[in-house]
């Protein structure tokens, strides 16, 4: 990890939930730090809490207990004001499916965080059109999501997660809808723009042989995040 600091930070984060009456703990005091440009792989069986874990990472839940830092920042104390504020200007998620908007062009799925952010329109196209330029897609900007593929349609949804800059990366097997080929493909793109882009960058996955691939593999089990 970079002498920088962690980008994000993960405290002693825990989570709870209540299933017929008695509490199912899902995250008990969770650790982990991630610096500029590091990847790590958050490997995990179906119900181990990988998408909970992911979600208060990106102040989408709150934790019962611990806290949230990204770059240095407390957030456990944010109303939901400043967490959206946060969540929009210094993070990006992505899905495993792509949730992209249906009558929206890929283009303009790409300009419309920017747009939210409050950035020009002039400003927003030509960044998004940039971001498409880079993934490969220059020749699909005026598609909607229905007349591309599903890698592209992938693409595009990672271009949307990065288009306000984010110094945080989470993605929720974003390569588990695809077929193998796209998906190293997919993968290969998201890992080498992390790195360049030097984002602190989590990627929950089922595939040991990606997860590899990442600077770091942790697992979470039975509530406890160890390394893999």
């Known amino acids: 990890m970079s ?5 994000l930070d993960l405290r002693s984060v825990a989570k709870s939930f209540r299933q017929g009456g008695v509490a199912l703990d899902v995250l008990r005091r969770v650790d982990l730090e991630i610096g500029p440009g590091e990847t790590v792989a958050l490997l995990g ?13 990106a102040l989408l ?9 990204i770059r240095g920042i407390d957030c456990s104390g944010m109303n939901d004001r400043a967490r959206t504020g946060t969540r929009r200007d210094r993070l990006g998620m992505v899905y495993q499916f792509h949730h992209l908007m249906p009558d929206f ?19 927003a196209r030509h960044r998004a059109n940039d971001l498409l330029e880079d993934f490969g897609l220059g020749r699909r900007l005026g598609h909607r ?3 591309l593929s599903g890698g592209e349609q992938q693409r595009v949804a990672i271009a949307r997660a990065i288009a306000n800059e984010p110094v945080v990366l989470l993605a929720d ?16 793109s998201l890992v080498a723009l992390a790195r360049e882009r030097a984002m602190a960058t989590l990627v929950a996955t089922h595939n040991p042989g990606m997860a590899r691939r990442m600077d770091r593999v942790v697992e979470l089990r039975d509530g406890v995040l160890r390394p893999a």
């Open 3 to 7: 002498d920088a600091g962690p980008v």
């Open 45 to 57: 069986q179906s119900g181990a809490g990988k998408s909970t874990l992911l979600h208060i990472a």
């Open 61 to 69: 839940e709150r934790p019962d207990a611990g806290r949230v830092g």
């Open 105 to 123: 062009t890929a283009l303009e799925n790409v300009m419309v965080p920017m747009l939210i952010a409050g950035r020009r329109r002039s400003a």
């Open 145 to 147: 999501p229905a007349r």
């Open 173 to 188: 097997e974003p390569t588990g809808n695809l077929d193998q080929q796209t998906a190293e493909a997919v993968f290969e």
